[in-house]
């Protein structure tokens, strides 16, 4: 069972992951964005990490739905209220439960991810985070690792691929043969699951 402690945990690698990776994520949104993906991302999540500690909420689903805001409020480009909702209605669809089963959590991680897709309105193959998410949350019913693979492998499958939203798709054609910066920090979120679960 996953519990509090759990979730706070995995916000916390987040950010320390996303600190390691920022130079990395900018860069990725250097040719095909504005730069800024990386230090949007650790702007937000050392936020959230301050106050998933100093708030220490006491339910899984306290933990994201804080974390989500925290995004909201902290993050001005769009990546901020889209991770924002993933954890908030995942939080929020996790419900009021002390501890939560890994198979309750991934219920309500497709709940998160569906409420992605209808705010930005991206589907799989449109190069964004979504092609990293989706395939993470199907593979989540197997384990946390086979989670983690699939979205790796989400995030480098988006590089062939033509942007259809976000700033990328302003570039149409020339965005192909690029990574896209929020596939691969959705590769590091569910990366930091996986090691928080021990996988
Ligand atoms: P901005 O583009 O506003 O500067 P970021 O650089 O922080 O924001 O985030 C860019 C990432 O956000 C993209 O690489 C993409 O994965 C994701 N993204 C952008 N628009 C959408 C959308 N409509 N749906 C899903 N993801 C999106
Ligand atoms: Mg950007
Ligand atoms: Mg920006």
Redesign the pocket.
């Known amino acids: 069972m996953l519990d509090a402690d759990f979730f706070r945990r995995w916000m916390t690698a987040t950010a320390v992951s996303v600190g390691h990776e920022a130079e990395r994520l900018t860069a990725l ?1 250097s040719p ?3 730069a ?2 990386g230090s ?2 650790r702007r937000g999540f050392n936020a959230v990490a301050t106050a998933v500690e100093e708030e220490a909420p006491a339910t899984p689903g306290t933990v994201l739905v804080l974390a989500g805001s925290r995004l909201i409020s902290t ?6 209220p ?1 991770y924002g909702t993933l954890l908030r209605r995942t939080g929020k669809a996790l419900g009021e439960a002390a501890e939560v089963s890994a198979e309750q959590f991934t219920d309500a991680l497709r709940i998160g991810v569906d409420a ?2 209808a ?4 589907a799989p193959g ?5 092609d990293a998410l989706v395939p993470a949350v199907d593979a989540l019913a197997e384990s946390f690792a086979a989670a983690r693979t699939a979205a790796e492998q989400g995030a480098l499958a988006t590089t062939p691929l033509q942007a259809r ?4 798709s302003y570039l149409g054609e020339r965005s192909i043969g690029h990574q ?4 691969t920090s ?1 590769a590091l979120l569910i990366a930091t699951l996986a090691e928080t679960a021990g996988e």
């Open positions: 949104d095909i964005g504005d800024d993906h949007n991302l993050v001005g480009g769009a990546s901020g889209l992605v897709r705010l930005g309105g991206a449109d190069k964004t985070m979504i939203k976000g700033r990328a896209d910066p929020g596939a959705a």
